[in-house]
C-alpha cells in the first residue's frame, strides 16, 4: 500500500495543488467536495428505480438523523454542489436529495475528479451511468439484477491500495459517516471506524492515522478498526481539526477533545 504525506497543515487537491485556506472559496467548495463524496460513500445512496415501468427516475440521497448540526451540515453541502435538504420521517430524519436527471448528471461529474471508494458506491455509480446512457426499462430490469456484479472483483483489485490524493478531505466526510468517538467513564476513551466488505479502506485508514492496531472482524464482513492511545487519537483529532467535521459528528469530537485533554 502506498503511503500517504503525513503532514495536516494542508489537503491535495486531485490536480496536486496544496489547499491550506478553506476561508479561499475555490479551496473551501474543493473541500466540500472531497468530503461529500466521502459522506456518500458512508451514509449516501445512488439510486435508480423506474416509474411504473414507463420511465426510469434516477436519485442521489445522504439521509441523517434531524438534529441542527446534520441538518447545517447538509444545507453547506447544497450550496456548493446543489441538491435539496428537507426534513422527513415526521421530523425524525434529515435528506439531502437530488431527483432530477440534469442535476444528476451535473453532480456526478464530481466523481471524475474524486472517485467513490468504497466498492458498494463504485458500483452503484457504474449502474447509474450505463442506465443514464440506455434508459430503456427493459434494460433496467434485467441489469439491475446485476447490479453488484463487480463488487468482489474490486475488493481484490484492492488489495494493494494507493491513496489518492482526495484522501484527507474524504476521509473526513467518511468519519462523518461511520466514526465513532467514545468516552467512557474508565477513561479508555477511543476512536472506531468499521465498514462492510472494504477492508483495503479499513486498512488505509490505520496507514494514516500510523497505528498498530489489529483490523478486526467482529461478524461476517464488518471491518472494523478501534483506537485507545492518546498519542494515536491527538493525531485523529488534529486531522479532522485541520480537515474539519460539519455535522454530528464535530460535536462529539468537540466533547472528546475535552476529555483527552
Not at 462523518?176 to 468517538?181: D, R, S, T, Y
Not at 497505528?211 to 467482529?218: F, G, L, Q, S
Amino acid at each position: 500500500m502506498a503511503t500517504t504525506d503525513s503532514s495536516l497543515s494542508s489537503f491535495s487537491t486531485n490536480n496536486g495543488h496544496n489547499v491550506s485556506d478553506l476561508s479561499d472559496n475555490n479551496n473551501y467548495n474543493n473541500y466540500i467536495k472531497m468530503f461529500w463524496v466521502g459522506l456518500m460513500d458512508g451514509d449516501g445512496s445512488i439510486q435508480v428505480n423506474h416509474w411504473r415501468e414507463k420511465s426510469l427516475q434516477y436519485r442521489l440521497i445522504i439521509k441523517l438523523s434531524n438534529i441542527k448540526s446534520n441538518y447545517d451540515m447538509l444545507i453547506k453541502i447544497a450550496k456548493v454542489i446543489g441538491g435539496t435538504v428537507r426534513i422527513t420521517g415526521k421530523g425524525a430524519d434529515v435528506i439531502w436529495v437530488v431527483n432530477k436527471k440534469q442535476e444528476v448528471e451535473e453532480i456526478i461529474k464530481i466523481y471524475d475528479i474524486y472517485p467513490p471508494l468504497t466498492s458498494k458506491k463504485i458500483c452503484q455509480l457504474a449502474f447509474l451511468k450505463t442506465c443514464l446512457t440506455e434508459t430503456s426499462v427493459k434494460a433496467y430490469l434485467i441489469n439491475r439484477k446485476l447490479k453488484y456484479s463487480e463488487q468482489l472483483t474490486i475488493i481484490k483489485s484492492n488489495i494493494n491500495f494507493i491513496i489518492p490524493s482526495y484522501f484527507k478531505g474524504w476521509l473526513s466526510g467518511f468519519i462523518e459517516a461511520e466514526g465513532c468517538f467514545s468516552i467512557r467513564k474508565a477513561n479508555n476513551h477511543s476512536f472506531s471506524i468499521g465498514q462492510n466488505d472494504d477492508i483495503y479502506l479499513i486498512n488505509a485508514i490505520k496507514q494514516y492515522f500510523e497505528v498498530t492496531n489489529k483490523v478486526r472482524n467482529p461478524y461476517d464482513k464488518f471491518y472494523f478498526l478501534e483506537i485507545y492511545k492518546k498519542e494515536a487519537l491527538l493525531k485523529i483529532i488534529a486531522h479532522c481539526t485541520n480537515y474539519p467535521l460539519l455535522g454530528e459528528k464535530l460535536e462529539s469530537l468537540k466533547k472528546f477533545n475535552q476529555k483527552l485533554i
